[in-house]
């Protein structure tokens, strides 16, 4: 075989691979990625509460402590001032239970075993798993992105 040929099957079974790499990037970040949407988009960080699309999904009450107080007694673990946007830390269960998971082989998503997401009361938030743009974009550039280009400097390198 040709030398082109050789890069040429290299390559080939090099782009075959990128789905396996890029996951296992994701998977070696999970901590970072979860953490970075826990506190920039959903929690009690600089973009609280956000769905997908960036909209505040709800704030709470006057009730929210005296609600906690009622079912737990005393304050909640988290601040749940009246009119702050939701940060989704009632008992810690769902941010305790976040995963990130691949539902194919060119994605992935989050979610979470608390049982309270599977509620119908939690449907009224939409789609709270999902990325904002934002978040996304700061995710690949930062998380992704630096360590796919390592190795794929790396593969690359063992075909030439």
Same mark, same amino acid.
């Given at each position: 075989m040709s030398i082109i040929g050789d890069y040429r099957l290299g390559?080939?079974?090099l782009? !075959?691979?990128?789905?396996?790499?890029?996951?296992?990037?994701v998977k070696k970040n999970k901590r970072d990625i979860l953490e970075y949407y826990q506190v %920039?988009?959903? !929690?009690? !960080?600089i973009k609280k509460g956000l769905r997908k699309d960036g909209i505040i999904i709800g704030v709470y009450s006057q009730e929210t402590e005296e609600t906690w107080f009622a079912e737990w007694g005393g304050?909640?673990? %988290?601040?749940?001032?009246?009119r702050d946007p939701y940060n989704f830390e009632w008992t810690g269960d769902f941010f305790r239970g976040m995963f990130i998971f691949f539902p194919d082989k060119f994605s992935y998503e989050i979610?979470?075993?608390d049982k309270k997401i599977h509620k119908a009361s939690w449907k009224r938030y939409g789609d709270l798993f999902t990325l904002t743009d934002k978040s996304r974009e700061f995710v690949e550039k930062n998380?992704?992105?630096p360590m796919f280009a390592e190795v794929m400097n790396t593969r690359l390198s063992a075909i030439i």
């Open positions: 390559i080939k079974k782009r !075959g691979q990128l789905p396996v790499i890029a996951r296992d990037i %920039y988009q959903i !929690g009690s !960080g304050l909640p673990p %988290y601040s749940k001032d009246f979610s979470s075993t998380f992704i992105a």
